[in-house]
């Protein structure tokens, strides 16, 4: 069975870190780009961060840059997303998506492209 799981969510006071994992079973990661996306309660989902298959590339949205930063392990098959800094408006269901794609470019942030999606890991920043 393909899939993806996500784990490391929880509750955390504003200011604190997290870091979630992507875990892949059933595939290799090896030539998938990886993109995190979240949903907030009431907001559409966005996209988040991404990494290519190589890793070379990243990407970030804007209101994380500086805090948040992807990263990938092929041989553990699992992606990455540190969270430091964390803010009451980072609270979303946070959900890892990969895409078959082994180039630098793509449109990282269209949730159409992605073939396979993980349930979501429930991040809340709050005191």
């Known amino acids: 069975q393909l899939q993806l799981v996500e784990s490391g969510g929880g509750l955390v006071q504003p200011g604190g870190s997290l870091t979630l994992s992507c875990a892949a079973s059933?595939?290799?990661?090896?030539?998938?780009?990886i993109g995190w996306f979240r949903q907030a309660p009431g907001k559409e989902r966005e996209g988040v961060s991404s990494i290519s298959n190589s890793g070379k590339t990243t990407k970030y949205e804007e209101s994380v840059k500086g805090r948040f930063t992807i990263s990938r392990d092929n041989a553990k098959n699992t992606v990455f997303l540190q969270m430091n800094s964390l803010k009451p408006e980072d609270t979303a269901v946070y959900y890892c998506?990969?895409?078959?794609?082994?180039?630098?470019?793509?449109?990282?942030?269209?949730?159409?492209?992605?073939?396979?999606w993980g349930q979501g890991t429930q991040v809340t920043v709050s005191s």
């Open positions: 998506a990969a895409f078959y794609w082994a180039r630098e470019d793509y449109k990282w942030t269209d949730s159409k492209i992605y073939d396979y």
């Open positions: 059933g595939f290799s990661l090896d030539y998938y780009a």
